[in-house]
């Protein structure tokens, strides 16, 4: 291992800092490629729809390698209280005003990115040559999104391994999120709609998923055929089957910190931002009463399109349920899960929206918190109580506290990310079976 004056030395080089310039110039270039065709000032083309794909790939890959190679493994969260972008300065702010707007156009506006029925243009016809060889149609507002988002958390769980790479913990569970997004939650359901089958991300689930019960979804499975039936089936037997099991055996980190590509996108892009979560008292009280509420909220909901789907009546406890529906997914469904969830990631922390909004995580942390044999333990012995395991919690937990205690971290809240450990400089939890951090 290099020793840290040498290493210094190295990451302070003005070849060191040519090289990281570069990088973010190449990824820049990709991301202006991208910009011009949304104005529409290039058409569409594949070969420049790859190569700006690819630059901006290149871009953050090539960046990571060079901000992390030289360094010794370990806690890089150095610059993060004081850089512009990660500390609510005046790059967060652009940065979230430009993905708050590009939600709100993605969500309810996605002709002004170029959708129309008589032959896209703009962003999305852009992306039509991919879409065409994915699935023989033309590109809509979610797949230029699902590209996107795939791609984000692919090059980025790129870097996040290299900076966690210290954690063998850190390392496959970011690579079990980059593949569970790329083939089930993207690719997969691309080539079912080439083969004319229903669109299914069969990873995702109610409530999380909270039309799958909806009498459209359901008549739509079951004329599919057997395929239909599968997907129906599974669907159920995720919910009252392989979920609970599967959070009694690991706690709801199987699904929050493993699986989902909400947890795989704020884990990897956001991974920046983590620090920025209200630790607040107040903070965990409003997370409770909102999260629990909106899981009420999809439970009444689910039971009364049921109740309408077999009863046919309209209305469920003197509420129109298709209303209910409607207002659930513009609210919560867009509003808050989008457009605040990732939009507000450089203001409020990368988890605003598993931490107060997720209906799935909050049935996930129920039983998490009273059922599962999941704990992370901790030797309150080690803690020399630095603060960086409450610091770097994206959950907004307390962790220190129970580390100085010596008590076991059994929170509904906690996803078992692990970055706890990870930046533990004494080795002072556990995360279930795993030792993660540098003990």
């Known amino acids: 291992m290099l020793k840290l004056n040498t290493v210094q030395k190295i990451s302070s080089h003005p070849t060191s800092k040519l090289l990281s310039f ?10 202006l490629i991208l ?26 890959i090539l960046y990571s390698v060079f901000l992390y190679k030289y360094v010794p493994a370990g806690i890089k969260n150095n610059h993060n209280m004081s850089s512009s972008i990660s500390s609510k300065g005046i790059l ?3 940065t979230a005003m430009v993905l708050t707007a590009f939600y709100i156009l993605l969500y309810w506006y996605p002709e002004y990115l170029g959708l129309h029925a008589n032959g896209n243009f703009g962003l999305i016809g852009f992306f039509d040559p991919l879409s065409r060889f994915l699935k023989n149609q033309d590109a809509s507002q979610w797949f230029v999104y699902g590209v996107l988002y795939t791609l984000a958390i692919l090059i980025y769980g790129i870097k996040f391994i290299w900076k966690y790479r210290h954690s063998k913990y850190q390392i496959i569970r970011t690579i079990s999120v980059m593949f569970f997004q790329f083939a089930f939650a993207f690719l997969l359901p691309e080539l079912m709609l ?4 229903p669109f299914n991300d069969f990873k995702n689930m109610w409530p999380l ?25 599974w669907g159920i037997l995720m919910v009252v089957l392989i979920s609970p099991v599967l959070t009694y055996l690991y706690g709801k980190r199987w699904y929050c ?9 704020a884990e ?25 509420s909106i899981l009420v909220i999809v439970v009444l909901m689910t039971v009364g399109v049921l109740y309408s789907y077999f009863t046919g009546q309209e209305k469920f406890l003197f509420i129109q349920t298709s209303a209910l529906r409607s207002w659930y997914g513009f609210l919560i469904g867009a509003a808050f899960s989008g457009v605040i969830g990732v939009g507000f990631y450089p203001l409020m922390g990368s988890r ?27 030797n309150g012995g080690q803690c020399i109580s630095c603060g960086n395991c409450s610091t770097y919690c994206e959950m907004g937990i307390d962790v220190r506290a129970y580390a100085q205690r010596g008590q076991d971290i059994v929170r509904a809240s906690c996803v078992g990310c692990g970055i706890c450990s990870a930046v533990c400089p004494r080795g002072c939890f556990k995360i279930g079976e795993w030792e993660c951090g540098y003990f």
């Open 22 to 31: 570069s990088a973010i110039s190449i990824g820049l270039i990709g991301l």
């Open 35 to 60: 910009i011009f065709a949304g104005f529409g000032w290039i058409s569409s083309n594949p070969v420049l729809l790859f190569f700006s794909l690819a630059m901006m790939s290149a871009g953050v």
């Open 92 to 94: 967060a702010w652009l």
């Open 194 to 197: 080439r083969l004319n089958l």
């Open 209 to 233: 998923n909270y039309y799958f019960f909806d009498e459209c979804h359901i008549k739509e499975l079951l004329q599919a055929g057997n395929i239909g039936w599968l997907m129906l089936v």
């Open 257 to 265: 910190s493993w699986v989902c590509g909400c947890g795989g996108l």
């Open 268 to 292: 990897t892009a956001g991974d920046s931002f983590r620090h920025l979560s209200d630790k607040s008292l107040g903070a965990w009280k409003i997370e409770r009463y909102l999260v629990y």
């Open 352 to 378: 605003v929206w598993c931490r107060f909004g997720c209906p799935m995580a909050a049935v996930l942390g129920i039983q998490q918190k009273f059922f599962s044999r999941f704990r992370i333990t901790t």
